[in-house]
Each structure stands twice: as C-alpha cells, then as structure tokens.
C-alpha cells in the first residue's frame, strides 16, 4: 500500500517568512496530492491540492510542487501570519474512490 | 463545496457500551465513504471503507466485529464502536467523495470526539 513521510514534524518560522513542508510517497499509481490545514478539535481543512498533470500549483500565498520522477512533493507558505499557525498534513491517493493516505503532520508556529 | 456532517460532535459514555457515529452527505450521493480514526498529536489512521449496499472493507489491524459499519443508503454511513473501553477514545471523522471542480475530491465531516471512562 502507499506509505507518505512528511518532513519537518515541526516549524517554527517568524511572521512574514516562508515555510516549507515536504512529503515523499512510496506508491507510483497515486495521482492526487493534497494538503490541508487542521485546527485543534476540527475537521482537516483542503488548501490546496495537485494532480500529478501539473508540476506546480499556486494560490496566492501557497504553492505546491511535485515531482512524480522522485515521488515526493512539497507545500510552500510565503508572508506567513499567526493565523496560519496550525497542523499541517499532506496526503497522496487518486483521484477515483481510493481513500487518502496522509503524512504524519507538521505543526507549524508562527512567530508574530 | 460538498457538505458532510456527523453525528454526535462528542460523546462520553462508560466502558462496555455501544456507541453509534452518523455520516451524512448532505448535498450529494455518496456511494463511498471512508472512516478514519485520530488519536492525540498524530495523523488520520483510515479504518474503513464502507460501500453502499455491500460490506465494508476494513484496514489490517481494524476488529470488523467491534466498529461495525453500515451503509445503507447513498447518503448516510454509519460507526458503531461496540463494547467500547478507554483504549478506543479517540477523534473519529469521515468522508467522502463528490465531484468537485470536475474531478473527485474528497470531503471530510466535522469529527466525533468520543470518550470512554
């Protein structure tokens, strides 16, 4: 089955600096590569998704990067604010009826 | 987007009893929906597939016979944890998956929070 590593577990940057998070998947099939944003006690929140298609995908202040060749893909925060202090996750799956396969999570804390 | 919901938010109940955990798609027709389990600090564990109309396909190391689903309409999944113990406090949360931006993507409820004392 798949298998997902997610990389730091946890980030402590200023406000207005970048973040980075990095996930490797094991399984070439998986075509379908979101991330989301989870507060404490609440459901996983999808900001961003890619599809293996594309290798780059931007949305305002998040990208997303993937390289299928090395099967890993990142999340990339620019300007953070403290509000997008939470637990990151990433996951890997398709885009047919396959359940997702999520990273371990990252906490990210954002200095104000 | 799609809406999921759950029912209850949270539980508390004594060891040894049964507690039922609703899914519900709101606005749309789920013929799939998955249940994943989320301990403390840790990631979403997927325990289930649950498929309307047949049996559920359970991940390894999941006890079939004590979280029982049911899925038997196209908008509504259901988690039963039999003879829960304090072991099985955790957050519960489902989803499922609709057509979203002209591909499939997949919607999460909002959690159940369940506590056994």
């Known amino acids: 089955g798949e298998n997902v590593e997610q990389h730091p577990s946890t980030l402590s940057v200023q406000e207005g600096d970048s973040a980075v998070i990095k996930c490797t998947y094991s399984d070439s099939a998986s075509n379908y590569f979101p991330w989301y944003k989870q507060e404490l006690g609440k459901r996983p929140q999808l900001i961003i998704d890619?599809?293996?298609?594309?290798g780059e995908k931007k949305d305002q202040r998040i990208a997303v990067t993937l390289n299928k060749t090395a099967k890993h893909f990142s999340l990339h925060i620019t300007e953070t604010q403290p509000e997008d202090s939470a637990v990151y996750f990433c996951?890997?799956?398709?885009?047919?009826?396959?359940?997702?396969?999520f990273g371990s999570g990252t906490r990210l804390q954002v200095q104000p | 987007g799609a809406v999921v919901s759950q029912h209850p938010s949270r539980v508390i109940c004594k060891s040894g009893t049964s507690v039922k955990i609703e899914c519900r798609s709101l606005d749309f027709q789920a013929t799939t929906m998955f249940w994943y389990r989320q301990f403390p600090k840790q990631s979403l564990m997927l325990m289930a597939t649950s498929n309307e109309g047949s049996k559920a396909t359970y991940e390894q190391g999941v006890e079939k016979d004590k979280f029982l689903i049911n899925h038997a309409s196209l908008t509504l999944s259901t988690l039963t944890v039999t003879s829960a113990h304090p072991e099985d406090s955790s957050f519960y949360i489902c989803?499922?998956?609709?057509?979203?931006?002209?591909?499939?993507?997949?919607?999460f409820g909002p959690g159940t929070r369940l506590t056994v004392l």
């Open positions: 890619i599809r293996s298609n594309v």
């Open positions: 989803s499922a998956i609709a057509l979203a931006g002209g591909a499939n993507e997949q919607f």
């Open positions: 996951a890997a799956g398709d885009t047919g009826r396959r359940a997702l396969t």
